[in-house]
RNA sequence: GGUGACGUAGCUCAGUCGGUAGAGCAGGGGACUCAUAAGCCCUUGGUCACAGGUUCAAAUCCUGUCGUCACCA
């Protein structure tokens, strides 16, 4: 089968706060089960995103604790990495947007717009700090609403009453960092037109039927239609400058910068791996017949920025090349072939909020439990279709019943039986009987089933379907008992413990993107020495003027296949089997 | 306020083009003992948010209400 070229985006987490495992279920766990797939498919998978560095959020932080802004976003970069590293979230380059070569490719993205006659002038009205000589995002300002007469009510929306407010229509506004009371101020900022653009966005939105979530497209198609000029830069001091004379101060506006990250990582990745044109396989590459993809994997939240804002910038774009150079060679980048946006994760039915208490820190989780266990538990409540709950006793459950009871148990049970009655070594079968064969036959065509499931990014479907094969497995030895023919029948015995150990080697490959440490660990025992997966690493990089540290992947040692089980007889084990899944007490 | 999605067993969720409601876990019972008292078999349990409507037939289509969630210069 022909190679497939797998990009997976995975959003930018904002540098302003910790990963919560809401987060992890929404949009990190579930493009790094994808990756895993499609490599042990032997397709080529680059998997990207980094750290969301800019932003006034930011910068009120920095203020508040008396440091710089970088101070503060580096700060996050590095629990992010910590955090994702623990999870095994295996990007082959998990970077940042204050890097040199986003910058770069930041102020290319406005360029073109500008050349294509995307980006046009106007003067906005925006409320200004002056305590702090700042144009305040209106989310950072409160007064009395004009509409209900709350007091409280914030500039982007009156909790009271819900309805939504520009920051200047409020009464008596005051300022949420330190109260003062802010000025209108006239500034004139680039538009970006959009509705030029609608045509095309909805174009491309046609054909997506199919293999799209309905909620995500019906979303989609629902803005594409009615779009107006949103403003493409902001008065800001920490961002990325437009390139353009007498626009001091001027940035462009974060969040369009931050998608761009897809294609600038995308580039940064070519160019560490040596290869500084790798790149244009995914984003130029013959996308006609289906072999060039990409993914875009964000929470519901990002919808809009996903399927609609983001495709109106490539489609704007064009290409990366630089008419202003006389590049205009390029052809024009594929869109998003897919979209798999999630819905929330709850904490015991409350919402994840930081200040309110409502939070699980990730690094604790994996610290405690393990990696796979937090992993097991996110990807069986996955979110796919409609907010999930993180129950404590269920993850407790879930854990003990099935990850421990129906997969651990499975693995225990076959590799003993073959330790204490077949000297440690993978029996030699002798004739299969029918039900023998029923069962290789259901593991093998398991590897169509589930994936094709984890293609459709049906994630949690496909963990289910691979937990009904380890049931299905346990039946057999239930049924066929070795443990009583080893006493009559040696040798259908062996075939019968050769049958079990086959299917769990299958069941390894097929649970290793949800659980990948307990599965090369059960390889292990198994008796294989190479690993399925390559290595998470942290580098540091350098650019011209400063550094900055990725998370990586190195693939060299991977051994993985998507593939059935071929286990020869005879393999030794690696060591008396001894139980992978630890179980969870929860104190009462 | 506008737009969209969702509301199915105690819990987590499936239910494709309308045809007498499903799975896993929890609860109850049983036979076994290789295995981390795990696994296997059997089983209780639902007016499919609510109210109307279309239809021979609706969890499934339409309308409204309530609730939850997200997004909206």
């Known amino acids: 089968m022909k190679q497939e070229n797998i990009l997976v985006c995975v959003a930018w987490p904002y540098a302003n706060g910790d990963l919560h495992v809401g987060h992890v279920a929404g949009a990190y766990l579930p493009p790094d089960i994808f990756a895993r797939y499609h490599r042990l498919k032997g397709n080529r998978v680059v998997m990207v995103s980094g750290s969301d560095a800019h932003g006034t959020p930011i910068v009120v932080r920095a203020d508040k604790e008396g440091v710089t802004p970088r101070e503060v976003f580096e700060r996050f970069h590095q629990r992010f990495i910590l955090t994702q590293q623990k999870l095994g979230i295996s990007y082959d380059l998990y970077t940042h947007t204050d890097t040199e070569n986003h910058h770069a490719i930041s102020q290319q993205m406005f360029r073109k717009l500008l050349d294509n006659g995307y980006l046009f002038k106007a003067r906005q009205k925006q409320l200004y700090a002056e305590t702090q000589q700042r144009f305040l995002p209106d989310r950072l300002v409160e007064g009395t609403c004009p509409i209900c007469g709350y007091d409280k009510a914030r500039g982007d929306q009156c909790d009271n009453c819900g309805n939504l407010l520009d920051g200047t229509q409020l009464i008596n506004p005051r300022s949420r960092i330190d109260g003062a009371a802010p000025v209108v101020r006239e500034s004139e900022q680039y538009m970006w037109d959009l509705p030029a653009l609608s045509g095309r966005i909805s174009a491309y939105l046609a054909d997506k039927d199919a293999y799209w979530r309905r909620g995500v497209l019906e979303f989609a198609r629902n803005f594409a239609t009615d779009v107006q000029p949103r403003a493409f830069t902001r008065d800001l001091t920490w961002g990325i400058p437009i390139p353009v004379p007498d626009a001091e101060g001027k940035c462009i506006y974060v969040w369009w910068e931050a998608v761009l990250g897809y294609l600038s990582a995308t580039v940064e990745w070519a160019k560490v791996i040596g290869q500084p044109d790798a790149w244009k396989d995914f984003w130029y590459g013959d996308a006609s017949d289906g072999s060039t993809r990409i993914y875009n994997f964000i929470g519901k939240d990002n919808i809009l920025f996903h399927t609609v804002l983001w495709q109106g910038i490539l489609l704007g774009m064009g290409n990366l090349g630089q008419p202003w150079d006389g590049d205009t060679a390029n052809p024009v980048f594929n869109l998003p072939y897919d979209v798999p946006a999630n819905q929330y994760l709850n904490l015991g039915g409350q919402k994840f909020s930081k200040s309110q208490g409502v939070s699980l820190d990730v690094i604790d989780l994996t610290e405690k439990y393990g990696p796979d266990a937090v992993r097991f538990y996110l990807s069986s ?112 015995a062996a075939t019968q413990l050769y049958v079990a150990a086959r299917v769990i080697d299958s069941l390894t490959v097929l649970f290793s993107p949800f659980i990948p440490n307990l599965c090369e660990a059960a390889r292990r025992q198994l008796g294989y020495t190479e690993p399925l997966f390559g290595t998470q690493f942290v580098e540091t990089l350098r650019e011209a003027t400063r550094d900055h540290d990725a998370l990586r992947y190195d693939a060299s040692l991977a051994t993985g296949n998507w593939a059935p089980s071929a286990l020869k007889p005879g393999q030794a084990l690696g060591g008396e089997p001894k139980g992978l899944v630890a179980r969870i007490e929860l104190a009462a």
């Open 381 to 492: 409540i996955m979110p796919e279709t409609r907010d999930a709950d993180w129950a404590w006793a269920d993850f407790a459950q879930r854990n003990n019943t099935e990850l421990l009871g129906k997969w651990g148990n499975l693995i225990q049970r076959t590799l003993s039986q073959i330790w204490k009655n077949f000297e440690g070594r993978i029996p030699e079968p002798g004739p299969l009987t029918e039900v023998d064969t029923a069962l290789i036959a259901q593991s093998e065509a398991a590897f169509d089933v589930i994936g094709d499931m984890l293609g459709k990014v049906r994630l949690r479907d496909a963990l289910g379907e691979a937990m009904a094969l380890a049931t299905a497995t346990n039946q057999y030895l239930d049924g066929q008992a070795p443990w009583k023919m080893i006493k009559v029948d040696r040798a259908r």
